[in-house]
């Protein structure tokens, strides 16, 4: 039990529309990173949130956003839906004070999108 | 040439047996390195960091070879529980994120 929870954990949306998927995490994970794994692929690192500022970002175009909130919950937005954006999205959070180079990053389960 | 390679199996081995991951990475000013679990349908776990001193941990070793941009991964006396993707994982240069392979998955039968 990592303490990271996502939802929703499965949903299913056409090309063009939007979603959001969300995150919260144990009190005090102040660091926040989200990753896109397609199917048989590793994750890949969409960005990071840190005090609810993006401080890093992956190779992803301006239509993946994303928000973190006073209480350090998170939420991933996708505009304009590909076909290609199909994938588990893992959330990932850091304790205070932590770093990833430690690789101490906590992983939920996950919110599958399918995109039709 | 992608950030970090591994070759993706699938490595089918009888419990009881040893078995050997690699992966390669492409950025010599890499600090740190880590061997991730996943199971089906879950979310990758930390298996163990890897060192140039290599690093044991029970049944696994992780080695890095800086020199040839090398990481390994060995798992002795394979269980049926090990059944699952390893992923090789670098940090990357500024390091915000965590950079995975491929992953390799290892399905041990009885």
């Known amino acids: 039990e990592t303490g990271v929870t996502q939802s929703p954990t499965h949903l299913i949306k056409t090309r063009g529309q939007q979603v959001t998927l969300r995150c919260s995490s144990q009190?005090?994970?102040?660091?926040v990173s989200w990753y896109q794994q397609a199917l048989g692929q590793g994750p890949q690192f969409i960005f990071q949130y840190y005090r609810e500022e993006e401080n890093g970002r992956g190779n992803f175009p301006p239509r993946f956003s994303g928000l973190q909130f006073p209480n350090y919950s998170s939420e991933l937005n996708v505009n304009a839906l590909e076909l290609d954006d199909s994938a588990l999205y893992l959330c990932?959070?850091?304790?205070?004070?932590?770093?990833?180079?430690?690789?101490?990053?906590?992983f939920g389960e996950g919110s599958r999108l399918t995109v039709l | 040439r992608k950030e970090v390679e591994q070759d993706p199996g699938p490595f089918n081995v009888p419990e009881g047996a040893t078995v050997a991951f690699n992966c390669t990475y492409s950025n010599s000013a890499s600090q740190s390195f880590f061997w991730y679990r996943q199971d089906c349908r879950k979310e990758p776990k930390l298996l163990m960091s890897?060192?140039?001193s290599g690093n044991e941990d029970g049944r696994f070793t992780a080695q890095l070879n800086r020199a040839s941009q090398y990481i390994s991964l060995l798992i002795r006396d394979s269980k049926l529980s090990d059944s699952a993707t390893y992923l090789c994982v670098v940090v990357n240069q500024a390091g915000t994120a965590l950079i995975f392979g491929k992953g390799t998955t290892l399905s041990v039968s009885s």
């Open positions: 990932a959070t850091l304790g205070r004070g932590e770093r990833v180079d430690t690789g101490e990053l906590f």
């Open positions: 890897v060192y140039s």
């Open positions: 009190s005090g994970h102040n660091t």
